[in-house]
């Protein structure tokens, strides 16, 4: 068994909304043997996974997977299950997964993941698992497991952040994760908030680097009299003793640049003791510093937006005696709770035996196995941080009043919007200035772990604090707008954001000509997929993303988007059938259900009620339902407009029923790209658009003003029916590239042309070769002078194989019509202009439109910017 391909989806998706891993793989001849028929396979793979013996796989009863493989599985199914119980191994909760023969020996596995890296790693071990039981050669499990566990360490979300982006799911704000790392937006476009665990988009840069420096911030902070550890910097050993000296015995030593009690050295008694530390420590950091000790209890006030909203007493590790067992015993029993984890995976972590930890115990005249006697307490590490094995306690609501004032003044001279303020106290609900209290240290990024999940007390929801900070108590998100289709999405997405943008939002369109900010393109090509989609979401310009998504970006990487507030699909049709494994209508219907259902509950989803395959996906829908349709007395509308939006035609009039009443926008006429109603195709893309526009709940008058004042010119709707004046010729390029979009336009151009009619022809290569055979047909049907031509990109074709389809096509419907074949695009155009005459109209469908628009201008003599069709055409 091995694998052939890996695509990753980190979004909703064809296969699940879960972010989900597609691994291709080859059987190597074990498609048609079950796992019965392998000897000692099940048996081998239980002992060492026993995780899948809480399987219960497809037929739902305890131990359904060991059923499974008894009575004989095969070897993708196995793979995926293996997969899942190694991530749920480590603590990763996962549960989904699938696996399907694609031909032969060639299997898709689809599996549930968390974290990328580890996923994969997870896939790979499950396979060299099974050509080890296969092959009966030995596989070192544990030690595979240990550095998964490694890889998991690096790529975890660490509990600070998790807060964070939970409370932000539960208000309905969305995360999308930058890189492997602690970086994270909560958001999209303008709304967007990027955390850094727990630093946030306004925290101060400045501010962190000066609480990073324990000299600079204790100079700070005595400035506001605020009692901090009298202190000094230490630059040799001289400087060291002299400063103990003057300091006073106990002193503590520890790095100015330093984080989670890392060479931190307390309550150092004399200069002997001071020497070996300093000796211990000088070469692992750069610059040290040397305090008064303080003795006291140690407490950590979080406070975010300069309040005081969590308060924890901090507890080194401790062990108390039974009498029976020894002190290593002790750690090790403390170690085996559920509660604590290896790092910050859990609410408490492991206590680590080392060098520190043997010399405390050294200290307090004992040795690591020695037996304590019953309720003998013993002191594990000097220092109470969570990291190395502490234990919090909740004091939330006894820190009084002056403390908690002293600590917002600390947070305000540091200029830090979250930190986290360590206090040595006897009693925190005393004030410390009166109380032989210090503040230690002011940190930024605090670690919230022992706020969410303290060993006693009431729990805080500090990822609730940190996102009302982040969004003034108003967490809320832009609006996305999701448009796919077969045909017309891309003009629906463009008049969508043009009335957006004439109310003055700043609109991210993605399209198939590029991506655009505010009508700046920053990208020209066709962006209709994963990448273009996130490109608008993380831009922080944007107010409202309108996306225009495409089955292939759905297929190949899914959705960049949670959940949109308003979906279109404007139809569904037979183009594409073939490519990417999708081979019949009801899988296409499938792939282009995903934007539809991929809307939040109270979301719109804008649907034909003209198109055949559109109904077919209603039941896939869970969110409101908007329906369109050119015919007012289509039964789909009938039925649903008491419960449902409906957007239709009446008597030339694009009407609205909303709650039960009913609104006329315009008259079709008065609609640009619709030539008084001549171009149908784009009627319905504007009942779609107006659909859209209507749950976005904008106001029918904006509508109407987006959708009269859109032009039917390539300045803002490049490629769908631009008409050009070329000395009387009339030319039109359109991006029609399959059956309907061909019907739609040659149909419209009978209406306004009055003399000979031109068309150059071609669709891309990856289409099928019946599509290509009917392309000819239909230009047969309605042209008079054909010219085929070819994509340059010829998606894996051989040069003239599709054009030969499409003249095929031409000569079985009429064995006499008049065609030619000229296969690069620009030359099939300046053919046409040769030999056209004025009066005639050229129909072009095209691959690149900017070298066509060339060549028209080369060609004219006269030229009309504010004209979007000749004026002997619209007469």
Known sequence: MKI?????FKGKNIYSHKMCIRMDVDLEGYSETPSKDIEDFNDNLINMIPELNTHRCGIDEERGFVKRLIEGTYLAHICEHI????QNKLGIDVHYGKSREVKGNHYYIIYQYLYENVAIESAKLAIDIINALINKIPINYDERIEYLKNILKDEMIGPSTKAICDYAKKVGLPIIRFGNGDFYQIGYGKQGRIIESSIGTNTSCVSVDISCDKMLTK???????????????????????KCAEEIGYPVVLKPQYGNKGKGVILSIKNEKELLIAYKSVKDKFKDLIIEKYYVGNDFRVCVINYKVVAVSLRRPPHIEGNGINTILELINKLNESPERGEDHERSLTKIKIDAEVIKYINEQGKEINDILKEKEKLYLRKNANLSTGGEAVDYTDKICNENINLCIRAAKMLGLDICGIDICTEDISKPIIHNNGIVMEVNAAPGLRMHLSPSEGAARDLGKEIVNMLYNNNPYNIPVISITGTNGKTTVTRVISHTLSKMGYCVGMTSTSGIYINDECIDSGDDTGFESAKSILINKDVDVAVLETARGGMIKKGLAYDLADVSVITNITQDH?????????????????????????????????????????LNRIKANIILFSKDSNNPLLKQNKLSNICVYLENKNI????EGKKHTICNIDEVPITLGGKLMFNVENILATCGALVGLKIDYCMIKNGITSYLLNSDKNAGRFNCYNVNGVNVILDYGHNIDGYNAVLSAVKYINKGKLYGIVGIPGDRSDDMALEIGKISSHHLDYIIVKEDKDLRGRKQGEIAQLIVDGVKKRDTKKKYEVVLREEEALIKALNISQKGDTIVMFFEDMAPLVNIINEFSIYKDENSYIDKSISN
């Open 655 to 658: 009407v609205v029923v909303n």
């Open 219 to 241: 100079e700070l902070l005595k400035t506001q009299n605020i009692p901090v550890a009298q202190g000094f910097k230490v630059r040799n050993i001289i400087d060291l003793l």
């Open 577 to 617: 059938l073939g490519i990417d494994g999708i081979n019949t209508m009801e899988e296409l219907c499938y792939v282009k259900s995903l934007v539809g259902e991929a809307v939040k509950e109270d979301g719109y989803v804008v649907l034909n009620a003209d198109d055949y395959w559109s109904k077919s996906i």
């Open 4 to 8: 052939i391909e890996t695509k990753v």
């Open 83 to 86: 997969t899942i119980a190694i």
